[in-house]
Every structure is written in C-alpha cells, then in structure tokens.
C-alpha cells in the first residue's frame, strides 16, 4: 500500500551521501517502503503457487523472486507487474522497480570487477542509471521482461568499463614513455642539466627533471611528487589517492595534467639548447 509520505524518499537513491554507495542508498530507501506504519506490498500469488497470505511486503517479494527456486513463470509474472506498476503508477513502484534488480546488480558488478581509474560507485551510479531508462521503455508483454532491465544496467556498465580501460592506457602507457625519452634526452641536453639544477659531477635522471620542474614552477611539490613515487617509484595510485583523500580518478586526472605540463617544459627546454 502506497503511503503518501514516502514519494519524497525516492530521489535518495540518485545521491552518495557521505560514503555509502548508490545501491546502499538505493536499498534503504527500497526497505523504509517495508517498514513504514502499512508497509508497500504486492499479491503474494506472484510469486507463491499456494500462498499462505494475501499480500508479502515487497522485500519479501524480492527475495522470493531472486530464489532459483522460483519457476521462471511466476518470475515472469512478477516482473511484468512490477514494471507495469513502476509505468503506470509511478512513485513508489519506480524506485521499487529498480531495486528489484539490485541482487542481480550484485553479482554482475562483482564478476565484471572495476578497473583501477573508475570507482565502484560509478559503475552502480551507471548501472541504476541504465536500469531507470530501460525501465520506462520496457514492454511489459515481451517475454521475461525483467530480462531487458538487468541487459541494459550490463550493456551501460561494460561500455563504462571500457572507456576507462581506453582511458587508462592513454594516461599510463604513453605518457610513462613519453616521461622517460624525455628524461633519458634532457640527461644528454647540457640545457636540461642546468634546468634540472645539476652539476657535471651528479646524476642526471628523472628525479632531478623533475626537482627542476619544481623550480621553474613548472609543478608544485604534490605534482612532482605524484609522478615520482607512482611512475618511477611504483607506488600504487590507490595508496596516494586514500592518503591524499581524493578519488583514484580525480588523482589519475591530476597526473595526467601535471605530466602534460612537464612534457610540454623539457620539449621546450631542448628547443632552447
């Protein structure tokens, strides 16, 4: 039963208040349907052959409908209820739509895995995004109609986790080579000797390129930093993001522009000698 005071709950699921997850935020605002004063519920013969109740809450339901001894007609059944409800009559039964789908969401997100430059929410924010487009656009006559749902959260998360995979070796792979050949070329450069500050005693290598960076303002310290201890040092960006307290994505971003800052300053540099 629908109670008049919950439509506002529904737009929770859109937000990542303080650190909890887009499925976390999705499934609180999923249970307080089923635990409020008359709890939303649905007939229990869609997913019982002899029930023993006339209406389950709709947590209820869900658990029943995602049990793999539930026939594949009574799944059927409720699903197409369900999205006609969501079609129809809107808040709540949207945001009960959606997340039917999320122990399914569960198990496709831990088998796809999540590469090292896109964050877990993002996939599940991509994810819930994909199943709410598909959700006004399903036809509830087609067969396993909850089917067409759980395709598009896959589709929209695979095209997400392949960009990022593209976008990670664009950012890693030829700027590491690029950094490097610069290095190796400034090592020879009697201009970027004197640019990296050394004399014709010392070593010359990437980390008095980059100190020298950090003189000619090129870079502040963070950004030499960041380049030295994940690009030459090894150290995983994971680390720096948490110490840091930024997002691995923010953090891969603010490489990537410091890296482009530096490379643009030592192809100058040789210019000059």
């Not at 998360?157 to 664009?170: F, G, I, S």
């Not at 004197?194 to 008095?208: I, L, M, P, Q, W």
Request: proline share 5%.
């Amino acid at each position: 039963m629908h109670h008049p005071t919950r439509r506002t709950r529904r737009h929770s699921a859109c937000t990542r208040p303080g650190s909890r997850s887009p499925l976390q935020v999705l499934e609180e605002s999923f249970l307080a349907l089923t635990t409020a004063v008359e709890p939303l519920t649905l007939p229990a013969n869609l997913v019982c052959e002899e029930p023993e109740q006339t209406v389950l809450p709709v947590d209820q339901i869900r658990t029943r409908l995602a049990h793999p001894g539930t026939s594949p007609v009574l799944r059927e059944r409720t699903w197409r209820e369900v999205i006609r409800r969501a079609q129809h009559l809107g808040a709540p039964w949207d945001t009960v739509a959606v997340a039917m789908t999320v122990p399914v969401l569960h198990r496709m997100l831990a088998r796809q895995g999540c590469p090292a430059n896109l964050e877990r929410a993002e996939l599940e924010q991509e994810a819930l995004a994909a199943v709410t487009a598909a959700l006004s656009a399903v036809d509830v006559h087609v067969a396993d109609a909850g089917r067409e749902l759980f395709a598009a959260a896959d589709r929209a998360v695979h095209r997400l986790v392949y960009a990022a995979r593209r976008r990670a070796q664009r950012e890693t792979q030829p700027q590491a080579v690029h950094l490097g050949r610069l290095a190796r070329t400034a090592e020879q450069a009697r201009s970027a000797a004197e640019f990296a500050g050394v004399k014709g005693g010392e070593e010359r290598n990437e980390y008095a390129v980059l100190a020298g960076a950090v003189r000619a303002r090129v870079l502040d310290i963070a950004e030499a930093q960041l380049i030295a201890r994940t690009r030459l040092d090894g150290e995983p960006m994971q680390h720096l993001a948490a110490e840091r307290g930024v997002s691995l994505r923010q953090l891969y971003r603010h490489r990537t522009v410091a890296e482009q800052h530096l490379a643009a300053h030592l192809r100058y540099q040789l210019r000059e000698q």
